[in-house]
């Protein structure tokens, strides 16, 4: 590819937020021991700076990749003329760089422009690598991707200890590291690591490694504290390059070493393990990356990158890809900052204590959550003390857990308990700006609660439910203030799940709901506005998919076809799994809600209920020996023989369509009756609530792309480019 054709790819994208390449000139100080001796030279910094704050990464298009390959071409004349004696490369503050712009690369419409996208990286990155003098990355914040592989082709790097999200998370995003990450890496820090960071991590909801991780792995020569970081940096840069320092690399191998092709082959075994069980395979990116890392064991570094530009040129093309940046950006990083609806937030009241209803596990951990996130008083009652105090137990117990895994430090330890405290009377919650209830999941119980609260608050206080289906309108029938209560639906475990579901009643009002949006935002959670209509979003599709699968079941189809006919999608857990995780009970409850209120799209299965009543809590059994020789759960014959079936078992492709359209048509209900603004909020909802995985895009790219969006309501929910490639 010529330099014509990089420049005329860089023209595509006039609007690029470019991440210039500024150079600066540093005389190193001369070498320990020689104080007053001459400096062994003229080093070379070049910082990466979009001259954004740090609200915006600094990314990689392809305008600022020809800016860098400019100043790196430049860079190697010097050195060839003796200028310089080594060039570093690091970043404005908290980053490196984060990667590739995923905008830019999702609108390269063409297979030919993504090659070329791919061919410029590593042409760049070919410079950097081979300028003729050492090359040092000085991994100051974020390094993702792209930006990692900065530094993976630099010969030495050095990392801030303060520096967080160091990751090649490609397969996460539908792509792999293409610009040399998955030929570098397994070389630099082993083939069982590599997997870890290329593999494991990005499908274990996209962790990522901090500096001292990254360090420990071998990513990293060298760690310095972050007040200092780049003059410690640069002062250790001058000790390799005057040859004071010879860093050691014990985790790098050779993979021709018959051992480490063992080792390599065995790794790559796990990966693809690892990935069928995450993602039954329904995304084709992570399989590539494995593919590449097994390939490139016996090829030479450019034959590597041949393969990686193909591999990403096919990968940017994907539905996949396109739904995963639809997911990640449109929706995670765009839509949830700006909840579609949401009122002005300047209406928003404050809120300098608040009450929780209940000291059961889902109100415990709402008070620590509320203490930890908002650092207000919490009081909890309950109706007796034994109950108040195993609530505030709770939250001490968990402080403590925070405590000792270092997470939280003693001081904010103590202040956390403190704003803790529980009370038999609900009079203690006379001064509450906002009281939320956590009780048993019934409209008569929450609605004398609600009575005996409102006759005790202030005339401003807002009252939130965290009913998960319940009716928020009938609860607020028989309040003095309906404008007042507001649905504020969690989701378990309460610490870890990012979504919440505001609720709005016809009579709710715009500041109850203003205020609830900005306690959304000081408890870091994704807030989405949802019509008051039976189980909202999250759980009216979880078991509509439920209810689905578990019918098909009882109709007769063998428990295993039915559980694991919905594995292409690539969820999360199988459905019978999911059941057990929520509780058959709960589910049962919700799904009779449903019923009720929907009729027979959400059918009351006869044989949970009978599981129920006899005490059994799953489906499935952990097989031993005797009854499962393989290992796979089963079902065992005492809960069989409770159940009764009839005679139309489905297959797995059956009873796929049939969830697909089922899903299809209850989404295209909620559109009709307004539950959200649009898809988009459907989507954020499943992705946020319920772990599903981004290369779906949520659910309704996922609709669209199978057929089952025109099937059932004759046209799709998104229009073609917004989560696939375009028509």
Excluded at 207 to 236: N, T
Excluded at 580 to 588: E, F, R, S, W
Aim: glycine content about 8%; charged content about 20%.
């Amino acid at each position: 590819m010529s330099a014509a054709d990089f420049r005329k790819l860089a023209d595509l994208f006039p609007n690029e937020t470019v991440t210039h390449s500024y150079v600066q000139d540093i005389q190193l100080p001369p070498a320990a021991g020689k104080v007053g001796g001459e400096s062994p030279g003229t080093f070379a910094l070049v910082t990466l700076d979009n001259g954004l704050d740090h609200s915006k990464p600094t990314t990689l298009g392809p305008n600022t990749l020809v800016e860098l390959g400019m100043v790196l071409e430049g860079l190697r004349e010097r050195a060839a003329r003796g200028e310089i004696v080594g060039v570093g490369i690091t970043g404005k503050p908290y980053y490196l760089v984060a990667g590739a712009d995923l905008s830019a690369v999702k609108s390269l419409d063409s297979r030919e422009h993504g090659l070329w996208m791919a061919q410029l990286g590593h042409d760049v990155y070919a410079t950097l690598a081979n300028l003729g003098v050492p090359s040092f990355a000085f991994i100051n914040g974020v390094a993702l991707g792209g930006g990692l592989e900065i530094a993976l082709q630099s010969t030495y790097r050095t990392v801030s200890a303060g520096a967080g999200a160091l990751a090649l998370p490609e397969a996460f995003i539908g792509l792999v590291p293409g610009w040399g990450g998955v030929y570098l890496l397994p070389r630099l820090i082993g083939p069982e690591n590599a997997v870890k960071v290329m593999i494991e991590n990005p499908l274990s909801n996209n962790r990522s490694l901090s500096g001292p991780e990254a360090f420990q792995l071998g990513v990293a020569d060298a760690i310095f504290e972050p007040a200092d970081f780049v003059e410690q940096s640069i002062a250790w840069a001058a000790k390799v390059i005057s040859g004071e320092i010879a860093p050691e690399r014990s985790s790098a191998v050779d993979p021709t070493d018959p051992v480490v092709a063992r080792r390599w082959e065995a790794a790559v075994a796990a990966g693809r393990s690892f990935v069928e069980a995450k993602t039954s395979n329904a995304s084709p990116a992570p399989g590539k990356v494995l593919d590449i890392m097994d390939a490139n064991r016996t090829m030479r570094q450019q034959e590597s990158a041949e393969l990686e530009c193909d591999t990403l040129a096919d990968l940017m093309q994907t539905d996949e890809f396109r739904s995963t940046v639809y997911a990640f950006l449109d929706l995670v990083q765009k839509r949830s900052k700006r909840p579609a609806g949401a009122p002005d937030r300047k209406l928003a009241r404050p809120v300098t204590k608040i009450g929780v209803v209940g000291a059961g596990l889902m109100a415990s951990q709402l008070a620590l959550l509320f203490a930890r996130q908002l650092k207000v008083p919490v009081v909890m009652t309950d109706i007796d003390q034994a109950r108040v105090d195993k609530g505030v137990g709770y939250v001490h117990a968990e402080v403590d857990k925070l405590l000792e895994k270092k997470r939280i430090s003693p001081d904010a330890a103590n202040r956390t308990r403190a704003l803790v405290t529980g009370s038999v009377s609900k009079e203690a919650f006379a001064d509450a700006d906002f009281v939320i209830e956590a009780v048993f999941e019934e409209l008569n119980v929450k609605k004398q609660v609600f009575a005996e609260v409102e006759a005790i608050v202030s005339a401003d206080c807002i009252l939130a439910t965290n009913t998960s289906s319940l009716s928020v309108t009938a609860m607020a029938e028989d309040l003095l203030h309906p404008e007042r209560l507001v649905g504020f639906h969690f989701f378990n475990p309460v610490a870890v799940m990012p979504l919440l579901e505001i609720v709005r009643a016809p009579k709710t009002d715009d500041a109850v709901l203003a205020t609830a949006f900005e306690l959304a935002k000081g408890l870091k959670k994704t807030a989405v506005l949802v019509k008051d209509a039976a189980a909202f979003v999250v759980n009216r599709i979880l078991l509509r998919l439920m209810g689905e699968v578990t019918a098909a079941f009882d109709e007769g189809t063998p428990a295993e076809v039915a559980d694991n006919a919905l594995r292409p999608m690539g969820l999360p857990m199988t459905p019978f799994t999911l059941g057990a995780m929520v509780g058959l009970p709960v589910a049962q409850h919700v799904q009779e809600s449903l019923h009720a209120a929907f009729g027979d799209r959400f059918a009351v299965s006869q044989n949970l209920q009978k599981l129920i009543d006899n005490g059994i809590k799953s489906i499935w059994a952990p097989g031993s020996e005797k009854t499962s020789p393989d290992g796979k759960p089963v079902i065992p014959a005492e809960t069989l023989a409770l159940m009764s079936f009839g005679s139309s078992p489905s297959t797995a492709v059956e009873v796929l369509h049939r969830t697909q359209d089922a899903l299809a048509e209850e989404i295209g209900l909620m559109l009709a009756e307004g539950v959200v603004a649009g898809p988009e909020d459907i989507d954020l909802c499943v992705i946020m609530g319920a772990g599903w995985p981004m290369f779906l895009g949520g659910i309704t790219p996922y609709l669209d792309r199978v057929g089952a969006s025109e099937r059932v309501n004759g046209k799709r929910f998104l229009a073609p480019g917004v989560a696939s490639r375009p028509a």
